[in-house]
């Protein structure tokens, strides 16, 4: 009987928190042999000129917990560490994309975040993208990375690098207070909540910005969903439209990826894959951190999303917008055409 009720007890605990699917295009490789993958990195590293595609091909084609393998052996067999290696080998944007893969999504995603506040001024575009992308738990572990790795404290560091409402707005998220979605749906919350978001926008002069960041930092994702839904019954504009009406800056761009993300995340994801490749010269940077970061997470369903807003596919447009070995291994991470 006692056995029973543990296994019961272990069902609840996985089923209490709704564990989002994965969509992976890079997954673990049949047949793998880190040994032989580590020899074959240091043949090419060593190679005349480096042999990048080599390198590409390996580690775009091994999921984190195999790259670490072939890192260890690497430094066994080769009496060097595996990323100083790649950082000798490697430049430019190929090299911010290798070294990318040598951390886990959680590990990327917090040293992104670091180098946002590093130094003078802050990267406000990549501290909005991750912190208002994210969903709890990967929060919740990101934070914990960030502490292992920098040995601060990620809401320190946020508090410290920006001010004002966009500073509470990113800080409410860090402190992953979400509700998890709940199987009831509560119609008169749901109501509540639209109308206070068109009480403190909308419907008075100037914005309470502290009930919106309430509301967007604390409620469920589906919550959330139906709660647009129902503000549109209330305010002449939707939820977007409102927001680009009450605010501005950096505060703007926040409410406008969480409402995004809440509406549809991988579209969220292949929109700005868009923008970014539409500037001369793509913004490589956003376009690494995007494909890097969720390889292992969304990045299948971030395609089908591209494709059907822009008509063609991700794989076509990485092809059109990027060159050289950065290319093939931004297209091997995509995982093909659709």
Not at 269 to 293: C, H, P, Q, Y
Request: proline share 2%.
């Amino acid at each position: 009987m006692a056995l029973v009720s543990e296994f019961l007890g272990q069902l609840t605990l996985s089923y209490g928190a709704e564990v989002e699917p994965k969509f992976p295009t890079v997954v673990p490789v049949r047949d793998f042999d880190p040994a032989r993958d580590a020899a074959r990195i240091e043949t090419a590293i060593k190679t005349k000129g480096v042999d990048e595609q080599t390198i590409t091909d390996i580690l775009t084609r091994r999921s984190y917990e195999q790259r670490r393998e072939i890192a260890f052996e690497y430094e066994r067999f080769a009496k060097k560490d595996l990323i100083t290696a790649l950082k000798g080998a490697l430049s430019g944007s190929l090299e911010a994309l290798m070294l990318g893969l040598m951390k886990s999504t959680a590990q990327y995603d917090a040293s992104e975040l670091r180098a946002s506040m590093k130094g003078l001024g802050t990267d406000e575009e990549t501290l909005i993208e991750i912190v208002c992308s994210r969903n709890n738990d990967e929060l919740t572990e990101i934070k914990r990375v960030y502490r292992e790795m920098f040995k601060k404290e990620l809401d320190k560091d946020v508090a410290g690098d920006t001010s004002g409402d966009f500073a509470k707005l990113l800080l409410a998220l860090v402190q992953t207070k979400r509700d998890d979605p709940s199987n009831v749906v509560d119609y008169e919350r749901i109501d509540e909540d639209a109308r206070s978001l068109y009480e403190a926008g909308v419907k008075r002069k100037g914005t309470d910005v502290a009930t919106w960041i309430t509301i967007m930092s604390q409620r469920s994702v589906p919550h959330l969903q139906k709660v647009f839904e129902r503000y549109k019954s209330y305010s002449p504009y939707d939820m977007k439209e409102s927001i680009r009406k009450e605010v501005k800056g950096d505060l703007e761009k926040s409410f406008l990826t969480l409402v995004e993300c809440f509406e549809n995340r991988q579209l969220y994801f292949a929109n700005r894959l868009s923008d970014a490749m539409k500037s001369k010269g793509a913004k490589e940077k956003v376009v690494t951190r995007i494909m890097v970061s969720r390889c292992e997470v969304d990045l299948m369903k971030i395609r089908s999303e591209f494709k059907r807003e822009h008509r063609r596919s991700l794989y076509q447009t990485i092809a059109e917008h990027t060159k050289g070995d950065y290319q093939k291994a931004l297209l091997a991470l995509c995982g093909g055409d659709d």
